[in-house]
């Protein structure tokens, strides 16, 4: 059977001791098949038991051993070792702990912090009782279709590789966090919750808008979740719900708007409809240079050919949703 | 000291349910303590469902899930528990429901259910093959609404009472590797099963290491029915991870070398969809006799093959076992068939409980899969350990709370504490002689070898012999890592001896139970033998750490035992 040796470069730090992290090389020789959680066990059980990592069901469904592989967040039990050495085109994995928690020893960081944030954005099912029967003689109606709009949300494992790769979670104290805000979406399109769409409101509130749809969190998702799919939806819902009056919700109604006017996006007046008088004001020096530059188009704009059915097209869209 | 009226150690199925229950009731305090954070408990790599006579697919009642479930443990449950357990569950799925759990439907809305081994009808609620999953969710999400207090990553050492009363626990906080002790005027136990003890073969979480069993039996309190377990008869071929019970549920068929549906020799009607004691002998006997694959590995197996399902029904029902054969075992299956073969899963055995969930010493609770109460006897159907930890989980916080509004705290022995915390340091100063990782394989390979699918006598008591040795060397390992900051050294040790000290005492009564019955195989005695081992094997630990074994009646109502046949 296929070997190789492989370099493991593992991230080490007890905030207790050390002054700060340092990286520790292991030398294994690693089996076809063998995955980064047996590895980093094997490494334990014969070169140093005080490496610190966790682990639990080892298929990829408890959420415990998510790591950074060269770069990456992974579940270590299902990632095979093989795998990433070719991907990479290397014979050194870089194993991390994952990013925008505290380390508390080597490869374990604290997950107090992004699950304090979902418990404070009601992560839980209000029954309505117009759908959710009072006894326990009968069940709730679900249709199969309705199920489908969460049903993949329901797949998080809480894994936070989501959260470690969110550039909003970075930047912005308040922010929900992706696995959070799309278990508020999850909860907002279930027919059997009694807040239904006004859950739009508490991401609202947890800053969704600052979400900048970079698209990490469903990249790295183990489970295949799109968070960022039920961030969007619940932007949706909040200007449904009339939440109309902040940049976001204007912005989005710009896009919208520019569209049924000409099938272009409107870059000029793009500013004033998000942020009024003040955005023109702060885009200005930008608009300037592209004046000069030649890059700005007329604020009144022509429609695209064939509009009409570019207007049937979104109109037709707005239905499936 | 910390201090709880009740304290559930445990945040799986069990003990999230029995925290539920008590959450209830306003007043108390109460606190879930858990060695890692509730959602990764093992509940949430259950697959296939969850059994319930609903009825919504074909006529159903909870007669029938009562009989089907005796029938499947080979007579040996208590069947006033086993009725129990069969009335409540309609109302308890639909509770659950009632949370948000995200059942599959059927077009009609209601809740959909599938066929599942050694059941009469389509009788598994189900959601997709992440059942286990979405209803641990569920009920951490209900948690959360009312409140409920977690202790994250605390790890359970021992179990402190006064031979009448419990008084509380002892318990090191991960994190700061503090040592504690818990008064509390009730303890539920929720602590999960032991099939860890087969280390290198089995579909159990690293951490499903007995550790509430263990605690109980240091305690000297009696454990019931251990050498029974379960083999699945379908885990991945290198790895022994779970593929759901559901994958033949919804039409996968097992395949021998010679291209046979190998079952029709074994249980002709039922098919694949025999109890999985039966099946996992019929694959090993396949093997056996020449009929397997070998890879080149050495790796033996069958194959089960969902191909003719379709990429349809795979994706939707099934998408879950796609994923992990694809991950582990570099196989699609709808493209090839998935090579399995049998992996420990299941303790059928476990803490003595009545069907309250009440041990010997008042105000000891134990519930779920560390529970023997017994609903499952000698062998457990598919689908019905997410039904009991549920239900008993229930029961038993309920019972919780009725017993402390009426009691106070007994005293708690302080002397505990440093009896643990000399333990503990003992393991950092012993002489190293032994490695955790070469004893904790030689375990698994004599438990496989002496306590596995097919027992006799003589394989039997050298397992016993030998994992009397192993106990005796296990006082050689070394911690090595000095760190009290999450010491995952020594958490791994302490799992261990608790797996050493299980062992025992599935070895013990296993050479007693001369006969065979359900999961307990004997090829010297292959016959059941009701006259003389329709009764409840006990074991306890004596002041002078031996063990004794004794025996306790079967509860038998109104289904008389009977050959059973599929």
Known sequence: ?321 | MLQFDILIVGAGGAGLYAALETSRRKGLSVAVLSKVYPTRSHTGAAQGGINAALGNVAPDSPEKHAYDTVKGSDFLADQDAVELMCEMAPKIIREMEHMGLPFSRLRDGRIAQRPFGGASFPRTCYAADKTGHVMLQTLYEQCLKNGVRFLNEWFLLSIVHNGERVSGVVAMDLRSGEIHGIRAKAVILATGGHARVYWNRTSNALGNTGDGTAAVLRAGLPLKDMEFVQFHPTGLRRTGILVTEGARGEGGYLINSKGERFMKRYAPEKMELAPRDMVSRAIETEILEGRGFKDDEGNEFVYLDLRHLGRKKILERLPQIRELAIDFEGVDPIEEPIPVRPTAHYSMGGIDADKLGRTPIKGLYAAGECACISVHGANRLGGNSLLDIVVFGKLSGEDAVNYVSETGFAPFDESEIKREEERIDSLFSSDGKEKLADLRSELSDVMSYGAGIFREEKRMKEALEKVREIKERAKHLKVYDGERTFNTNLQQTLEFLNLVDIAETIVLPAIERKESRGAHYRTDYPKRDDENFLKHSIVERGEDGELRLSWKPVVITKYQPEERKY
């Not at chain 1, 140093?48 to 990829?60: G, K």
């Not at chain 1, 404070?120 to 959710?132: G, H, N, Q, S, T």
Request: aromatic share 8%; proline share 7%.
């Open chain 1, 1 to 321: 059977m296929e070997k190789r040796e492989v370099l493991f470069r593992i991230k080490r730090f007890n905030p207790k001791k050390d002054e700060k992290p340092y990286y520790r090389e292991y030398r294994l020789t690693v089996p076809k098949g063998m995955t980064v959680l047996e590895a980093l066990q094997q490494i334990k059980d014969t070169q140093d038991p005080t490496l610190a990592f966790r682990a639990f069901c080892r298929s990829a469904i408890c959420g415990s051993c998510a790591v950074k592989v060269n770069g990456f967040p992974k579940l270590a039990c299902k990632t095979q070792v093989f795998n990433e050495l070719d991907k990479f085109g290397t014979d050194t994995l870089t194993l991390e702990p994952l990013d925008n928690m505290e380390v508390i020893r080597d490869l374990i960081v604290d997950w107090d912090r992004p699950l304090k944030r979902m418990e404070e954005m009601k992560p839980y099912l209000v029954p309505d009782p117009e759908v959710v029967p009072r006894t326990l003689d009968e069940e709730s109606r679900v249709y199969p279709n309705e199920l489908k709009k969460f049903d993949s949300f329901t797949d998080c494992i809480l894994c936070t590789s989501c959260f470690s790769s969110c550039t909003a979670t970075q930047l912005d104290e308040n922010y929900g966090g992706p696995f959070q805000l799309a278990r508020v979406y999850r909860f907002a399109v279930d027919p059997r919750d009694a807040l239904k769409a006004e859950r739009s409101k508490i991401g609202y509130a947890f800053d969704m808008w600052n979400c900048v749809r970079c698209n990490r969190c469903a990249d790295v998702c183990p489970k295949h979740v799109s968070p960022v799919d039920g961030i969007m939806k619940l932007r949706g819902l909040s200007i449904e719900v009339g939440l109309k009056d902040n940049p976001g919700a204007r912005h989005v109604m710009a896009f919208y708007k520019s569209l049924l006017e000409s099938g272009m996006l409107n870059e000029v007046l793009l500013p004033l409809r998000t942020k009024g008088i003040k955005g023109v004001l702060e885009n200005l020096p930008v608009g300037i240079k592209m004046i000069l530059k030649g890059k700005a188009h007329s604020p009144v704009m022509k429609p695209i050919a064939e509009h009409e059915t570019l207007i049937k097209v979104m109109k037709a869209a707005m239905e499936v949703e």
